[in-house]
Nanobody, 125 residues
Framework: DVQLVESGGGAVPPGGSLRISCAVSGDSLSSNCMAWFRQTPGKARERVAVFLTGYGFSEYADSVKGRFTISKDDMKNTLYLEMNDLKPEDTAMYFC???????????????????WGRGTQVTVS
């Protein structure tokens, strides 16, 4: 089994930066796809960024493109999301997720991601 644990969330003023992390434990060899989602009450769950191991592929939501960067440290088995120029509308609970199998391109719908962390709150105000 794969377990995901997010950390690094907090409060930051508009224009600030924050890096959140997702520690991966267990068997991670069965999937090459990991993503960051965010969720705010009253809004649909949004895939913020996705990363495919071995392909050098990353993809971002239009709302964060140019401001956020997803990366993975294979030695530390940790997924990161670096967030720059944060805006109030970035306020959300951020979740790390993984989709089992091999994907190219990665799935967009959240239902296709079968492993989830519990989330870390990011508040921009």
């Amino acid at each position: 089994d794969v377990q995901l644990v997010e950390s690094g969330g907090g409060a930051v003023p508009p224009g600030g930066s924050l890096r959140i992390s997702c520690a991966v434990s267990g068997d991670s060899l069965s999937s090459n796809c990991m993503a960051w989602f965010r969720q705010t009450p009253g809004k649909a769950r949004e895939r913020v960024a996705v990363f495919l191991t071995g392909y050098g592929f990353s993809e971002y939501a239009d709302s964060v493109k140019g401001r956020f960067t997803i990366s993975k440290d294979d030695m530390k088995n940790t997924l990161y999301l670096e967030m720059n120029d944060l805006k109030p509308e970035d306020t959300a609970m951020y979740f790390c997720a993984a989709a089992s199998g091999r994907w190219l391109p990665p799935p967009l719908d959240h239902s296709l991601y079968n492993v989830w962390g519990r989330g870390t709150q990011v508040t921009v105000s």
